[in-house]
Structures are given as C-alpha cells and as structure tokens.
C-alpha cells in the first residue's frame, strides 16, 4: 500500500511558478515511475511530467522548457517545479506512482489557478 499527498498547489498569476510535491509512504519501492498528471474541468486526465528510477524524465509538449520534474528517493518524494505559468495550467494536478500494471496509485491532486 503506498499512499501519495500532493501539496503546493494554489493561485499564482501567469508567468509566476509554483513547486508541488508529492510525498509517498507506506511501502515505496525507487523503482517506481512517478509522474505528475493534471485534469482540468471537463477534460481528459493528462500526463504533465513522468520521472523513471533511473532519473529519466518526459514532458507534455505543453510543458517542456516551462516544468521540471524531479524526485528525491530518501524522501520519498517527488516534486514539479512549474515556471512560466499560463492559464491553460489550471487543473488539478494528481501525483502518480506505478510499477508496469500492477501497482498503480494516485494522490488526491492539489489544485493550481493561474489566472490574473
């Protein structure tokens, strides 16, 4: 059982940045991709940011050169640094930990509004 708690989600107006994260515990394997996706109203559940064990990371199109990804395994935590901020970001972002199939689980998501 692995539970996920996102925090740092807020208002923040665009080009400001905020940094989430996403804190893991109960039985956390490195091994595990962690990725960072987000929902906005009305639409489809979407992958921001993907980190593998191995430190590899891939964006959405959308974010690349604006987030960053990253993950800390002593802390057991992952983490999205989000710059540049635009108002087509407003979601909520849910934190994702999974290995191939099997194991899958998500946070409860922290919500990020970008607006002015």
């Known amino acids: 059982q692995v539970q996920l708690v996102e925090s740092g989600g807020g208002l923040v107006q665009p080009g400001g940045s905020l940094r989430l994260s996403c804190a893991a515990s109960g039985s956390i394997f490195s091994i595990a991709y962690m990725g960072w996706y987000r929902q906005a109203p009305g639409k489809q559940r979407e992958l921001v940011a993907g980190?593998?064990?191995?430190?590899?990371?891939n964006y959405a199109d959308s974010v690349k050169g604006r987030f960053t990804i990253s993950r800390d395994n002593a802390k057991n935590t992952a983490y999205l640094q989000m710059n540049n901020l635009k108002p087509e970001d407003t979601a909520v972002y849910y934190c994702?930990?999974?290995?191939?199939?099997?194991?899958?689980?998500w946070g409860k998501g922290t919500l990020v509004t970008v607006s002015s």
């Open positions: 980190i593998g064990s191995g430190g590899s990371t």
């Open positions: 994702n930990y999974h290995i191939g199939q099997a194991i899958n689980y």
